[in-house]
């Protein structure tokens, strides 16, 4: 089946992918970043038990205890994530992440 996007996701296809910048809606604060990752918002925070973590698309990571580390970390994450979801799809025969190519 042939994809195409949205008008509203090819906005956001459209903004730089992957590149965390701080929080707009946090102003002064320097403990949220947001970066998009497959036209999706990602966010990277530094909560109260005194870790960084990442979430995306509902799901949240371990604790990560430094910032570059969660951003080096981020890709993988959201990879998983991604592979999640998938997986909750019923109905159909998996693919290969190549599509069935090597």
Known sequence: MALT???????FLAFA???WIADQHAAQD???FSALFAGHPAHL???TDG???????????ERIFH??????AAPAFMRDVLARMA??????????ATGGHA
């Open 5 to 11: 996007t949205t008008y509203v996701r090819a906005r």
């Open 17 to 19: 992918q992957q590149r």
């Open 30 to 32: 320097t403990n949220k």
């Open 45 to 47: 925070q530094f909560e």
């Open 51 to 61: 870790a960084w973590r990442l979430s995306y698309l509902g799901f949240r990571s």
């Open 67 to 72: 910032p570059a580390d969660a951003q080096c």
């Open 87 to 96: 997986a909750l799809i019923e109905g159909a025969p998996r693919r290969s």
